[in-house]
Nanobody, 124 residues
Framework: QVQLVESGGGLVRAGGSLRLSCAAS????????MGWFRQTPGKEREFVAT????????YYGDSAKGRFTLSRDNAKNTVYLQMNSLKPEDTAVYYC?????????????????WGQGTQVTVSS
């Protein structure tokens, strides 16, 4: 199974930007859909975005549309989540995940491989 390691989280002011990275090893990264979820204490994990195995299709959750961009570099086994115009409500632990091949597969499946998470804090 693929192992995932996130990086790039931190503290940023509202309106600022961050880029999260997720490096994969083992498994079958280049044939896997990838994506991000986020979670705040006491709430369920929320879908953020997904990208298909080839990088030709993306799908975003409502909170990410128009502000976040997901991309992947299969040569580097890495996915990137560019987050712009950040808001305090974007504060959460962001988790990288892998599963399926298409964006539809990724969203519909109930099992993913997970990273350990990276904290994003947006101050007002």
């Amino acid at each position: 199974q693929v192992q995932l390691v996130e990086s790039g989280g931190g503290l940023v002011r509202a309106g600022g930007s961050l880029r999260l990275s997720c490096a994969a090893s083992g498994g079958s990264f280049t044939t896997s859909a990838m994506g991000w979820f986020r979670q705040t204490p006491g709430k369920e994990r929320e879908f953020v975005a997904t990208i298909n195995w080839s990088g030709t299709s993306t799908y975003y959750g409502d909170s990410a549309k128009g502000r976040f961009t997901l991309s992947r570099d299969n040569a580097k086994n890495t996915v990137y989540l560019q987050m712009n115009s950040l808001k305090p409500e974007d504060t959460a632990v962001y988790y990288c995940a892998a599963g399926g091949q298409s964006t539809t597969d990724f969203v519909q499946r109930t099992s993913h491989a997970w990273g350990q998470g990276t904290q994003v804090t947006v101050s007002s």
